[in-house]
Nanobody, 117 residues
Framework: VQLQASGGGLVRTGGSLRLSCAASGTTFSAAKMAWYRQGPGNQRELVAGITSGGTENYADSVKGRFTISADNAKNTVNLQMNSLKPEDTGVYYC????????????WGQGTLVTVSS
């Protein structure tokens, strides 16, 4: 199973980016797809997640600015990031996790987002 993340880059404060993560090698069911990020000197944190049923959750710091979406048929998960701030800078990782049997937990390679002030 491979998760390929893309869409990172350099953007100015207030700008937008769209991250995409494409999974290959299997079809996910009853799994939660999510984006995490790790800023300089920080631990990896959850940014947004979406269940197979479409329920979304967001970190307080990104609510109202970021939107997560998933296409289960295409095994992709996207993160639309608007009104970006310098504190959004970091490496963004996509994640697919299933807590029911058979369990699994896959990570993408990360894509760098840099927001300049």
């Amino acid at each position: 199973v491979q998760l390929q993340a893309s869409g990172g880059g350099l953007v100015r404060t207030g700008g937008s980016l769209r991250l995409s993560c494409a999974a290959s090698g299997t079809t996910f069911s009853a799994a939660k797809m999510a984006w995490y990020r790790q800023g300089p000197g920080n631990q990896r944190e959850l940014v947004a997640g979406i269940t197979s049923g479409g329920t979304e959750n967001y970190a307080d710091s990104v609510k109202g600015r970021f939107t997560i979406s998933a296409d289960n048929a295409k095994n992709t998960v996207n993160l639309q990031m608007n009104s970006l701030k310098p504190e959004d800078t970091g490496v963004y990782y996509c994640n697919v996790r299933r807590v029911f049997l058979p369990t699994y937990n896959y990570w993408g390679q990360g894509t760098l987002v840099t927001v300049s002030s």
